[in-house]
T-cell receptor, first 115, second 113 residues
Framework: GAVVSQHPSRVICKSGTSVKIECRSLDFQATTMFWYRQFPKQSLMLMAT?????????EQGVEKDKFLINHASLTLSTLTVTSAHPEDSSFYICSALPADYNEQFFGPGTRLTVL | GQNIDQPTEMTATEGAIVQINCTYQTSGFNGLFWYQQHAGEAPTFLSYNVLDGLEEKGRFSSFLSRSKGYSYLLLKELQMKDSASYLCAVSPEWEGQGGKLIFGQGTELSVKP
């Protein structure tokens, strides 16, 4: 089956620093990747849609200057949380969509804690 | 707007059958997914319905009625390991937004001995 990895799995950082999260599709090429955020006991909220070689499309209410997304290749997308604050602490999950396919494959998630 | 509703919590007994309902109102429809998510882990795919009717896969079945904007996930012969959150997600049919999913709030299922 299709495998998606995320790195790091957990990160703790100080307030004001930036954190980069990587999402990789290991055995397929993903023309589209999605970034979600999930707060405790809540569902996944789509933050942005990332297409290889083009700018990401952000959902309403998501600050594009704070959550920088780069989809430089067909197997890698990165999310950078800039100037992180405690309220950014959350579980960040990416998913990857193979070309001509309707099912997304999810990464294992990254737990971000901002002190 | 997009709206997907499912119960917040459900409790069932080991060995029993449980049905988790999901209703949706979206600008378009390109399929409905059910995912299982254990705490602190990524969602795992359970089922996909795009046509009306019942899809059966082992102990899990999923039903869709597009005219009613309604789906359910049926879990049979419940096991303790089925305790998890079950997420209903709809793929709306938007131009240039292929594959985008809108998730419901999730149903936390607790299976008791």
């Amino acid at each position: 089956g299709a495998v998606v990895s995320q790195h790091p799995s957990r990160v703790i950082c100080k307030s004001g620093t930036s954190v980069k999260i990587e999402c990789r599709s290991l055995d397929f090429q993903a023309t589209t990747m999605f970034w979600y955020r999930q707060f405790p006991k809540q569902s996944l909220m789509l933050m942005a849609t990332s297409n290889e070689g083009s700018k990401a499309t952000y959902e309403q209410g998501v600050e594009k200057d704070k959550f920088l997304i780069n989809h430089a290749s067909l197997t890698l997308s990165t999310l950078t949380v800039t100037s992180a604050h405690p309220e950014d602490s959350s579980f960040y999950i990416c998913s990857a969509l193979p070309a001509d396919y309707n099912e997304q494959f999810f990464g294992p998630g990254t737990r971000l804690t901002v002190l | 707007g997009q709206n997907i509703d499912q119960p917040t919590e459900m409790t069932a007994t080991e060995g029993a059958i449980v049905q988790i309902n999901c209703t949706y109102q979206t600008s378009g429809f390109n399929g409905l997914f059910w995912y299982q998510q254990h705490a602190g882990e990524a969602p795992t795919f359970l089922s996909y319905n795009v046509l009306d009717g019942l899809e059966e896969k082992g102990r899990f079945s999923s039903f869709l009625s597009r005219s009613k904007g309604y789906s359910y996930l049926l879990l049979k012969e419940l096991q303790m390991k089925d305790s998890a959150s079950y997420l209903c997600a709809v793929s709306p049919e938007w131009e240039g937004q292929g594959g985008k999913l809108i998730f419901g709030q999730g149903t936390e299922l607790s299976v008791k001995p």
